[in-house]
């Protein structure tokens, strides 16, 4: 039995003249999965969207989500440069505006092609051509308008580890950092390209795309000289292939900078607090961590509460990976870590508390604290002293 009409679905899209575009486009030629589809009307205006039942989200130009599939539908626009950074445009959006139109204001070729509601494909920029080149080719000159699509050229390089940034787009980069374009990304954006590409399976290669343009010299200094050390690009690749969490690969990325100069970096791109946390415990413990000197099993403890492992025992473990891939063979130390932190924790401090005379009270917690350390002292002291062959540390 049919439904209800009130019941039956209804197309919002019959009769809109729409087109998927984007990297939809581009990762289902690729035979990529596809996470999410955008999509441009030709023809439309803001009241024709809403009288479909469309929801207008968009701030700076209008975008609309779609009331079942809850995907975006933008209007097509074109862009027109007045001032400086990416913010710095005039926006214009008509039923006269083309799709052929939208497409040229795109950043890369490989992004700038539509697929029709028939299957068509539209691709006036050889999009296609270049996807089968692995090239990264920018659509028009002005790419050079808008600074993040330098950081969004070096995302996708690390996301596509085959494909080259066109020799030209290269150029035109350079030639963005000399204008001082870059100085106007704000930090936020600037970690939102950064932390996507880090997560990406080529990750190394986004900072060197950037070291090659010379952003990440002008942004970030300091850390483009701890880049020329070709042992922070292998750590870094060590975490990718390990799937390493984005606070570790960030901690790794900084592990061969002075403390005074990761503060830098991390107060450049806003950095969020679980990765700065983990970064300066890396550089500031590093040393100490795969080499305790000659008290072991006292200062062990007292490394493991400047680390707040006891409390915090899930980053300490996030720290002695993030160590691994910094040091080669340091493998005996992180185990030997591992059995400290556990023979700490398994210390249960009512008992010894108990076992503390009440007299006098003024001295009871530190009596009761020193006696819990060395309980914690001796615990590690019986794991390191079972543990076959050198701790390493």
């Excluded at 400290?340 to 604290?369: H, M, N």
Aim: charged share 25%.
């Amino acid at each position: 039995m049919s439904r209800p009409i009130a019941e039956r679905s209804v197309d919002r899209t019959v009769g809109l003249q729409h087109y998927q575009v984007g990297g939809a486009v581009r990762d289902a030629l690729l035979g990529l999965p596809v996470q999410d589809r955008d999509w441009v009307v030709v023809g439309a205006t803001p009241d024709d969207m809403i009288a479909r039942g469309f929801k207008a989200v968009g701030r700076d130009f209008p975008v609309f989500l779609h009331p079942d599939t809850h995907e975006e539908y933008a209007l097509a626009r074109t862009e027109r440069k007045s001032g400086p950074g990416y913010r710095g445009f005039v926006v214009h959006c008509a039923p006269d505006v083309t799709l052929e139109d939208d497409l040229l204001r795109r950043d890369l070729t490989v992004n700038a092609m539509a697929l029709a509601p028939d299957g068509q494909i539209i691709d006036p920029h050889g999009g296609r051509q270049d996807l089968a080149r692995g090239l990264l080719r920018h659509v028009s000159p002005a790419f050079i308008e808008d600074p993040v699509r330098i950081l969004r050229v070096a995302r996708f390089c690390a996301r596509f580890g085959q494909f080259q940034v066109a020799p030209e787009t290269l150029a035109l980069m350079r030639t963005m950092v000399d204008r001082g374009e870059v100085d106007a990304l704000v930090p936020e954006r600037i970690w939102q390209e950064f932390s996507r590409g880090l997560m990406q399976a080529h990750a190394p290669r986004m900072i060197d795309v950037l070291c090659a343009c010379g952003a990440t010299q002008r942004m970030l200094p300091a850390l483009a000289r701890s880049w020329a050390d070709p042992a922070v690009s292998i750590a870094l690749a060590d975490a990718v292939t390990a799937k390493a969490a984005l606070e570790v690969r960030w901690a790794v990325l900084m592990h061969r900078l002075a403390l005074a100069d990761a503060e830098r970096v991390q107060e450049a791109v806003r950095t969020p607090q679980a990765c700065r946390d983990l970064a300066r415990l890396l550089i500031q413990h590093r040393a100490s961590l795969l080499s305790v000197g000659t008290k072991p099993d006292e200062q062990a403890l007292v490394l493991l509460e400047r680390c707040d492992a006891l409390r915090k025992s899930d980053r300490f473990e996030a720290l002695l990976q993030a160590l691994g891939f910094t040091q080669a063979g340091a493998a005996d130390a992180i185990s030997a870590w591992h059995q400290a932190l556990k023979a700490a924790l398994a210390v249960q401090a009512g008992p010894i508390a108990q076992a503390v005379d009440a007299e006098p009270v003024a001295s009871r917690s530190d009596r009761i604290r020193a006696a819990v350390s060395q309980a914690r002292v001796e615990a590690i002291a019986q794991a390191w002293a079972t543990r076959p062959g050198p701790t390493g540390v």
